[in-house]
Each structure stands twice: as structure tokens, then as C-alpha cells.
Nanobody, 127 residues
Framework: QVQLVESGGGSVQSGGSLRLSCAASGLTDYDYAMGWFRQVLGKEREAVATIDDDGTINYADFVKGRFTISMDNAKNILYLQMNDLQPEDTALYYC?????????????????????WGQGTQVTVPS
């Protein structure tokens, strides 16, 4: 059974940092693409940063230079280091795994029938 469990969210002042973690289990039968996505209440889910199954890393334009995605393959944990957080980064952040990668600009972001979402972790940056 596949499980993706996010943690590390919270409230931080503008300019602050957070590191999100996604503990993955059950992804043993395939080389999955992994990624971080976010959704603001009332808006569509969007891609933030992804790692394709070949290791290619992709970032949304709005986080380039501020966020870093990484994967600890030994521990099966996906990370998102977020620096210089701004109020517009406030959202529910989700981890996902899928057998294909994502088009970063596609909205809403989706997973295929063979993909998985975590439950999300809230990030709040008060204005």
C-alpha cells in the first residue's frame, strides 16, 4: 500500500524558511516521479517543484531561486526547502508520486490513475 505523509508545515514570518518532508512508502515497483504541489483555498492546485524518474528537477517560475527540492533515496523522503517565504506562498502543500512527470505550467495539477497524493501540510506566511 502506497503512503505519502507530509510534515514540516507551519506559520512563518515573511522572509523566513521552512523545510517540508514527505515520507514515502510502498513505492517499490517502479521508478516514480515525485513532486511538491500547492493549493490555495478557492484556486486550482499548481506544481511547485518536481523530480522526474530520470532525476531531472523542475521548478515553477515563482519559486526559482527560493525553493529547493531533493530526495533522500535511502530513507525514501522527499524534501522541499523553502527560503524567503512570502505571503503569496501561503497554501496547502501536497506531495505526489506518479509514473510520469508533470508539465509544470498545467493547471490544475493532477496525477494519473497510477499516481498518489499525500494529505497535505499547511504553510502560512502572514502578511
Amino acid at each position: 500500500q502506497v503512503q505519502l505523509v507530509e510534515s514540516g508545515g507551519g506559520s512563518v514570518q515573511s522572509g523566513g524558511s521552512l523545510r517540508l518532508s514527505c515520507a514515502a512508502s510502498g513505492l517499490t515497483d517502479y521508478d516514480y516521479a515525485m513532486g511538491w504541489f500547492r493549493q490555495v483555498l478557492g484556486k486550482e492546485r499548481e506544481a511547485v517543484a518536481t523530480i522526474d524518474d530520470d532525476g531531472t528537477i523542475n521548478y515553477a517560475d515563482f519559486v526559482k531561486g527560493r525553493f529547493t527540492i531533493s530526495m533522500d533515496n535511502a530513507k525514501n523522503i522527499l524534501y522541499l526547502q523553502m527560503n524567503d517565504l512570502q505571503p503569496e506562498d501561503t497554501a496547502l502543500y501536497y506531495c505526489a508520486a506518479d509514473r510520469t512527470g508533470w508539465i509544470m505550467s498545467a493547471v490544475p495539477a493532477r496525477v494519473t490513475a497510477l499516481g498518489f497524493w499525500g494529505q497535505g501540510t499547511q504553510v502560512t506566511v502572514p502578511s
